[in-house]
């Protein structure tokens, strides 16, 4: 299934992030370390308070460490600036969000590209790509819609169409399922798996244990170290029938909402 | 390609809030066109002042005759003669080389009436002896008979010319060439040679205050005054007698160029005053200076214009500012959005600028457009004030009736470039505030 099993996709070493509030230090991360090979599914857990964020943040490039490295690819994301820890968000790094976060102005194909704008590259082909993912998650006949005119699922499926747009080394899904309820969480399940199953290495931080044993690997953190990092035992895995109907079913389900 | 797509995201968020665009289009969209406006109303009222000063002639200098105050008191017995004499008049044409002509004027405020009209009301006007000369230097124009020619002057003919609007009062029915003029003060009468055109007033010179007025004006030699009615002038007003003596009202001197004018006019300051230093009688108005004057003033009276201008847009700037602050708070989120998703700072600041140089410059193409309205507006308010408020019309000054607004062409591209300033300068805050926002900070907004 994976076909380079030796590249990494993230390599991240002693990572330890500090806050200073007033007086007091609070070490949020305490030196964390693990690798994601490429083709991975990575589910991080953890009660709050547990660093779950601040590693997410980290592995976002939303923010810098304050000790250790996290190479993304061959570069280290410690050293960076801010314009370049932008482009690499724009090149590298698929969100995906708990609340969506499309952009509420542009229509389904535009929030997909927005990566690409950034990136400076929006060109023909590029806009081709662009109705092709939109059409993967099945949201081909509603390029022209305005995200308050979809449902929570179809909104999260515009985010995954978006996050794959840019080729990211990795998808960053931070407890996108949070908002959704049972079916349509089974939906964008089904989505990630597929996307893994075609190569695409995903990270996602979720509470919830449901969500997690779709994942391949579990991280979970306590008190801003690694509790633990093991293989899933007793992975959910749909099978290729179960991702069909399931699709099906979505389309059928916005299909009659219009 | 990619400004394209920036400017048409910008025009979107804008429309998101079209109310509260449209406000804020308001403030730049006022502050433009109140600078078109305001330059061209102050172009307009130079301009005219300027016409009225070149209508006393460039190359003129002017002495006026300034009754002196009175000292003794109601004493009609003794009356010193005050003014400018012939003797100068004479002194300066023939001594001053850069000196082309002199001429002699004399005025008298008179009433005329028109002797086929018995039963009409005399009509205040005045009575100016001058020469031949007089109308081509003060550029009268002759609408109908002649003017005073030398022959009737040197004659003392007792004919006069008449001024438009005197006529019309005078002669509403008839014709007024041929006919007779008579003075009822002076018991004399003159024959009308020549009506003249209709004139705008002049500047003010000398010692009044009011705008030289021609309209109401009869013209006769000068020759013809001073045998008729002598220097003495005699006038009884409320029962007591005031008397003065005069030679001349005014002198007017052409020079042969506009370039001798202030040497000329220095030598007949020196010429007038060469007795008597401390000379009070006399005042030498120079155009050519007062246009130098009006020429300064008018730059001072654009800046002030400007600067008035300038405040309003500022204010509209300040609006500006303020609803794009607000903007910048409530799209909190979806700068954390975009600044996820690899936009880097200065795309943020470019995003919000294209929106605020956007409604900036819609605000300042649409005051341009309307400050180009503004010669039709002023016509027609003032048709509309003269239609339904005549006597405030006919209150107004002369020159809000007269003058006509002149879009100074430089206004346009300046008040679109202050508008499109105005949009960085109180844009930039505002968009710099939302670039400096911690992306994860903007994220967790709600």
Same mark, same amino acid.
């Given at each position: 299934m994976n076909a380079k099993p030796t590249r990494m996709a993230a390599v991240i070493r002693d990572l330890q992030k500090h806050y200073v509030l007033k007086s007091e230090t609070v070490r949020?991360?305490?030196?964390?370390?693990?690798?994601?090979?490429?083709?991975?599914?990575?589910?991080?857990?953890?009660?709050?308070?547990?660093?779950?964020?601040?590693?997410?943040?980290?592995?976002?490039?939303?923010?810098?460490?304050?000790?250790?490295?996290?190479?993304?690819?061959?570069?280290?994301?410690?050293?960076?600036?801010?314009?370049?820890?932008?482009?690499?968000?724009?090149?590298?790094?698929?969100?995906?969000?708990?609340?969506?976060?499309?952009?509420?102005?542009?229509?389904?194909?535009?929030?997909?590209?927005?990566?690409?704008?950034?990136?400076?590259?929006?060109?023909?082909?590029?806009?081709?790509?662009?109705?092709?993912?939109?059409?993967?998650?099945?949201?081909?006949?509603?390029?022209?819609?305005?995200?308050?005119?979809?449902?929570?699922?179809?909104q999260q499926r515009v985010a995954i169409a978006r996050s794959l747009v840019n080729d990211p080394y990795f998808i960053l899904a931070d407890e996108a399922t949070g908002n959704l309820d049972s079916v349509t969480t089974e939906e964008i399940l089904a989505l990630f798996q597929r996307l893994n199953d075609e190569g695409k290495t995903i990270i996602m931080v979720t509470h919830e244990d449901e969500v997690a044993q779709h994942a391949k690997r579990v991280i979970r953190l306590r008190d801003g170290e690694i509790q633990f990092d093991k293989p899933v035992v007793d992975r959910k895995v749909f099978t290729a029938e179960q991702i069909q109907e399931i699709a099906h079913n979505a389309d059928v389900a916005s299909r009659s909402a219009d | 390609m990619l400004h394209f797509r920036t400017v048409k995201l910008g025009t979107k968020s804008l429309l998101l809030h079209p109310m509260r665009s449209l406000l804020t289009v308001l403030g730049i969209f006022i502050g433009v066109a109140s600078v078109i406006w305001l330059l061209a109303i102050?172009?307009?009222?130079?301009?005219?002042?300027?016409?009225?000063?070149?209508?006393?002639?460039?190359?003129?200098?002017?002495?006026?005759?300034?009754?002196?105050?009175?000292?003794?008191?109601?004493?009609?017995?003794?009356?010193?003669?005050?003014?400018?004499?012939?003797n100068e008049c004479s002194l300066i044409g023939d001594t001053i080389s850069t000196v082309d002509r002199v001429l002699p004027i004399r005025e008298l405020p008179q009433k005329f009436a028109y002797t086929g009209n018995a039963n009409a009301k005399p009509i205040d006007g005045r009575l100016v002896g001058c020469t031949a000369e007089y109308a081509d230097v003060t550029r009268l124009?002759?609408?109908?008979?002649?003017?005073?020619?030398?022959?009737?002057?040197?004659?003392?003919?007792?004919?006069?010319?008449?001024?438009?609007?005197?006529?019309?009062?005078?002669?509403?029915?008839?014709?007024?060439?041929?006919?007779?003029?008579?003075?009822?003060?002076?018991?004399?009468?003159?024959?009308?040679?020549?009506?003249?055109?209709h004139r705008n007033a002049t500047a003010a010179i000398g010692g009044s205050l009011a705008a030289q007025d021609f309209s109401l004006d009869i013209y006769i030699p000068i020759t013809t005054m001073r045998v008729r009615m002598t220097d003495q002038e005699t006038k009884r007003t409320g029962g007591s007698f005031s008397t003065q003596v005069f030679e001349l009202s005014q002198i007017t001197v052409q020079v042969r160029s506009a370039d001798d004018v202030p040497r000329t006019a220095e030598l007949v300051e020196a010429t007038l005053r060469q007795n008597n230093p401390g000379r009070q009688d006399i005042s030498v108005v120079v155009p050519f200076e007062l246009l130098e004057q009006a020429k300064t003033t008018r730059l001072m009276f654009m800046m002030f214009m400007g600067l008035i201008a300038?405040?309003?847009? &500022? #204010?509209?700037?300040?609006?500006?500012?303020? *609803?794009? /602050?607000?903007? !910048?708070?409530?799209? +909190?989120?979806?700068?954390?959005?975009?600044?996820?998703?690899?936009?880097?700072?200065?795309? &943020? #600041?470019?995003?919000?600028?294209?929106?605020? *140089?956007? /409604?900036?410059? !819609?605000?300042?193409? +649409?005051?341009?457009?309307?400050?180009?309205?503004?010669?039709?507006?002023?016509?027609?308010?003032?048709?509309?004030?003269e239609y339904f408020a005549p006597q405030l019309y006919a209150s107004l000054p002369e020159v809000a009736r007269v003058m006509r607004p002149t879009i100074v062409p430089i206004s346009i591209p300046v008040a679109f470039g202050i508008s499109v300033i105005v949009g960085v300068f109180f844009g930039l805050y505002p968009a710099v505030r939302a670039a400096q926002l911690d992306p994860i900070e903007a994220l967790r907004h709600e």
């Open positions: 949020a991360l305490r030196g964390v370390s693990f690798d994601v090979p490429e083709g991975d599914y990575v589910a991080i857990m953890g009660p709050s308070g547990s660093g779950k964020s601040t590693l997410l943040n980290l592995l976002g490039c939303l923010d810098q460490p304050t000790h250790g490295s996290f190479l993304l690819g061959d570069e280290d994301v410690a050293q960076m600036t801010d314009d370049q820890l932008s482009t690499i968000r724009a090149s590298r790094i698929g969100f995906v969000f708990q609340s969506y976060n499309l952009i509420a102005q542009l229509s389904v194909v535009e929030n997909i590209e927005v990566p690409l704008y950034y990136m400076g590259n929006l060109t023909a082909q590029s806009r081709l790509r662009s109705i092709e993912l939109a059409s993967m998650v099945g949201l081909g006949e509603r390029l022209d819609h305005r995200p308050a005119q979809l449902s929570g699922g179809q | 102050g172009e307009g009222i130079s301009q005219e002042a300027q016409r009225q000063i070149e209508d006393l002639g460039a190359e003129n200098i002017i002495i006026r005759s300034i009754k002196p105050p009175d000292e003794s008191g109601g004493n009609i017995r003794q009356v010193n003669a005050f003014g400018v004499t012939r124009v002759i609408e109908r008979g002649h003017f005073l020619t030398s022959r009737e002057v040197a004659l003392s003919r007792p004919v006069c010319v008449i001024a438009a609007r005197l006529a019309e009062k005078l002669f509403p029915s008839e014709d007024p060439l041929s006919k007779q003029i008579y003075l009822p003060e002076k018991k004399e009468y003159f024959r009308i040679v020549g009506v003249l055109k300038a405040i309003s847009l &500022i #204010v509209g700037g300040i609006g500006i500012m303020n *609803i794009m /602050l607000a903007t !910048v708070t409530e799209r +909190t989120r979806e700068i954390g959005i975009r600044r996820a998703l690899g936009g880097k700072q200065k795309d &943020i #600041v470019l995003q919000f600028l294209v929106e605020t *140089i956007t /409604l900036s410059v !819609v605000g300042g193409i +649409t005051g341009i457009l309307m400050g180009l309205f503004c010669p039709i507006v002023v016509d027609i308010s003032r048709w509309g004030l």
